[in-house]
């Protein structure tokens, strides 16, 4: 499903995405990634949220978003509650949501202005 055509001021934004990609600036990628305003990190080793460990949210944490939008893959599932603990103590917002919601979330939070992080779970042929 497309969701925009257009790239607004050079920032990265979520131009469609399906069971098992995102295409972000109509890039696909087939594999779990943070995306921010002004970064992409692509290699987020993660394959489904039974694996997400205290490791790879730290990663999210040093990026200083003001919001995290968790993407648990096709399905919304929710993390183990210690792992958003330190989110919580820096006064980061998280919201955990299926991978369509945090996309479209994440592309209206960008378009205002926010720091926003979108951590997306996918596991390409598999449900995250």
């Given amino acids: 499903m497309k969701l925009q055509l257009e790239q607004g001021s050079g920032q990265n934004m979520f131009t469609g995405y399906g069971d098992d990609y995102v295409a972000v600036n109509r890039e696909p990628y087939r594999s779990s990634l943070i995306v921010l305003p002004d970064r992409l990190i692509p290699d987020w080793n993660l394959s489904a949220l039974g694996d997400l460990t205290a490791a790879h949210l730290e ?12 993407g648990t893959g096709k399905r919304l599932r929710f993390p183990r509650p210690e792992l958003t603990l330190p989110f919580t103590a820096a006064g980061i917002g998280v919201e955990v949501m299926d991978n369509f919601a945090a996309c479209r ?16 779970i996918i596991a390409a042929g598999a449900e995250a």
């Fill in 105 to 120: 979330t994440y592309n209206i939070l960008m378009a205002e202005g926010r720091r926003v992080a979108a951590a997306l």
């Fill in 59 to 70: 990663r999210v944490l040093g990026l200083q978003p003001e919001v995290v939008l968790l």
